[in-house]
């Protein structure tokens, strides 16, 4: 039967106990230390839906679903830790049977386990070379390499050529049938058969047995200490990831009498969630590597951002045992005595290690935590910040200002008179809730559709396809004010209240149903945002709407457009809402040859208006909106098709600029549309 002696050669294995607890005593402990730094953190419930977190961990962890999609270090990643899997499988199966007296390591077992922990551990050798020549040779500019990645990588290698080697010396020895299903093994035996005579061969197995059983319990017991410890934090932070609608802030109950302050300003508000995804943070730098405003050239990094609070997380946790240490020295101290030195470690956590111009910069794209392969959070800690500053410290940038006051005083951030709203739509025909409360659609044109001259011809173009499909659908005219989503965006929680529960009461006076948006920004606030607040509606992009309309027969398109376009992903529309094939569709129905920006789909570039952008200034680096205009004039189309009046701005701004009106020309998918029936 196939099969091997498990200590071979090995005297003394019983020391193998000794060396295993001090391993996990010191594993314990690190993993302690993190905990209580967690625990610095408010209390959250993450486990809702404990089937769906399996099903995460299986496809985004095991099966490195996120990881693989930038191959190059995709692939790395996948033998190292695939090669770990298996060889612990091994381990294991080899403990059951050599300590517990469990017969197993034999017959099939035994042959898969010699070829799997071969197979695997080859590939993880081939992958930590290659982590080493990536990490040091071509040192892209995401990887900050640290004493911990030497050691880390190091440890590693050492480990499994250790391995191979003892393998291969026991095969060199002692004749095996089995031997070709450890095939380096197998190798490795071949020079040492010929370099070394038996008795050499014996000494240099013990050494090199007990040397890798060193480096295996040292594996453990630094295992949480380093960053190795991902390895385990990742796969959790899978787990407990939000899961449905992706940035619904929390509200914020402006009633309650027993919360002192808005907002995030220390550390300890944020919840142990938020702190645990410090840990979990793998420096891999893909947030990095696709956040437009690092791109662009702004002081902006979110995967810095990320680790400055994992360093003050860890003063934070010294700081506080430093005052529990005192609170016991010091008779009659109380305990509240020294919870309130808890934040204080020298730094505040907005302006000295997170600067505040980082936080404006943000344009809420999510394309960092849309690359992230364990899911950390990122722009919700960056929208509670900006809630800090707004609402108790009325600091934040002078243009926002002004936004605030046109929409508190207008409902609309442009400050055009509220009493216009509807003048532009009921001048192409379309009646209010009130002239037809029958209607079976809410139009919803946002407060571009209604006030921005560009953006009025988008709206002109939509009412005249759903007119040419005979919807019946009317506004709520004057009734209608701003959504709220640059308020929220921007930290102005108390206005975003304001203006939402008014438009709810408004909407659901008028018996609103279903809701036709043709603004990204509108169409997910209203959707996934007004529930918290009993503002339960269907609502529908108008990307959506008119392809079932185009499917169902009821809007005709003319099919011998041969423009080429090429499609700017909206972020609220993709990466919030993952529509991204509807406008697509319409495209190729409209007999348009798409051709695809550089950056697309899920990594499209952002046009810089999110987040309440689109009301400040870029003060820092390149414009964002000219970058991502450069990317549509590089493939020398004739369109740029969108589907957001944000984007359309920025977009058509940026031709401007690069003054190539008279080649490129961008246009909202209702207007490429209402071109083509």
Not at 60 to 68: D, P, S, V
Not at 570 to 596: D, T, V
Request: proline content about 3%; some cysteine; aromatic content about 12%.
């Amino acid at each position: 039967m196939a099969t091997r002696q498990v200590y071979w050669n090995i005297e003394g294995e019983h020391w193998l106990y000794l060396l295993f607890i001090i391993a996990l005593v010191s594993f314990g402990y690190g993993v302690y230390k993190r905990v209580t730094l967690w625990k610095l953190g408010q209390p959250e419930n993450r486990w809702k839906d404990v089937w769906q977190g399996i099903k995460d961990v299986l496809v985004y962890g095991f099966a490195h679903k996120r990881i693989l999609k930038d191959s190059y270090p995709g692939l790395m990643h996948f033998g190292i830790f695939w090669g770990f899997v298996f060889l612990a499988f091994a381990t294991a199966i080899i403990t059951l049977q050599a300590d517990f007296g469990l017969q197993i390591f034999h017959g099939w077992l035994y042959l898969f386990i010699k070829l799997t922990s071969n197979l695997f551990g080859l590939l993880a050798v081939i992958g930590i070379l290659v982590a080493a020549f990536r990490r040091y040779i071509q040192r892209p500019d995401r990887l900050d390499n640290k004493a911990d990645d030497a050691i880390t990588l190091g440890l590693l290698f050492t480990i499994l050529m250790t391995g191979f080697v003892i393998q291969g010396v026991r095969i060199a020895v002692l004749p095996d049938p089995w031997s070709a299903w450890a095939f380096v093994g197998q190798w490795m035996s071949i020079p040492l058969k010929a370099g070394f005579n038996e008795a050499q061969l014996l000494s240099l197995h013990r050494f090199l047995w007990w040397f890798h059983l060193l480096l295996a319990m040292t594996f453990i017991g630094y295992f949480p200490y380093s960053k190795l410890f991902h390895i385990l934090l990742g796969p959790l932070n899978q787990f407990f990831r939000k899961r449905g609608p992706i940035g619904i802030p929390d509200p914020i109950d402006f009633e309650d009498e027993n919360i002192e302050s808005f907002g995030k300003s220390q550390l300890r508000e944020f919840s142990w969630k938020a702190l645990f995804n410090t840990d979990a943070c793998l420096r891999c730098g893909r947030c990095q590597d696709n956040c437009p405003a690092y791109l662009s050239g702004k002081h902006l990094n979110p995967k810095k951002i990320i680790q400055d609070m994992r360093v003050l997380m860890e003063e934070t946790g010294e700081a506080v045992k430093a005052a529990n240490t005192l609170a016991t020295q010091v008779e009659g101290q109380e305990a509240a005595a020294a919870s309130e030195t808890e934040e204080w470690t020298g730094r505040a956590l907005i302006g000295e290690v997170i600067p505040e111009e980082d936080l404006w910069a943000c344009t809420t794209c999510r394309s960092c935590e849309q690359q992230c392969p364990v899911f950390v959070e990122h722009v919700d800690k960056t929208i509670d910040m900006r809630r800090n500053l707004v609402l108790m410290e009325t600091r934040f940038p002078a243009e926002a200002q002004l936004a605030f006051r046109n929409m508190e005083n207008n409902g609309n951030p442009w400050g055009i008179g509220w009493s216009t709203r509807a003048d532009y739509l009921t001048g192409l025909g379309v009646k209010t809730f009130e002239e037809d409360p029958d209607a079976e659609y809410l139009y919803w044109p946002g407060c571009s559709g209604a006030f921005d001259a560009r953006n009025q011809k988008v709206s002109a173009a939509l009412v005249k396809l759903l007119q040419v499909a005979e919807i019946r659908f009317a506004i709520l005219g004057n009734e209608e004010k701003c959504c709220g989503d640059s308020a929220r965006k921007l930290g102005n929680e108390y206005l975003f209240y304001s203006l939402a529960t008014e438009n709810i009461e408004v909407m659901k006076g008028h018996g609103v149903k279903k809701i036709i948006t043709q603004c990204p920004h509108c169409f997910n606030i209203l959707k996934n945002e007004y529930p918290q607040l009993g503002g339960n509606f269907e609502v529908i992009h108008h990307t959506e709407f008119l392809l079932d309309l185009v499917k169902s027969g009821k809007l005709k398109l003319t099919n011998g457009n041969r423009k080429t376009v090429t499609y700017h992903d909206s972020c609220y529309l993709g990466r919030y809402n993952q529509i991204y094939e509807q406008p697509r569709e319409l495209l190729k129905a409209a007999g348009l040859e798409i051709r695809e920006m550089a950056h697309t789909g899920e990594k499209s570039f952002c046009c810089g208006a999110g987040g309440g952008r689109m009301w400040l200034e870029e003060h820092e680096g390149e414009r964002i909106n000219i970058m991502r205009t450069d990317e549509a004039i590089a493939l020398k189309t004739d369109l740029v098709g969108t589907a957001c009046p944000f984007c359309l701005t920025m977009i058509d701004d940026g031709i401007a600029t690069r003054e190539v009106a008279d080649k490129l020309k961008a246009l909202d998918i209702a207007e490429i549309l209402a071109q083509a029936i």
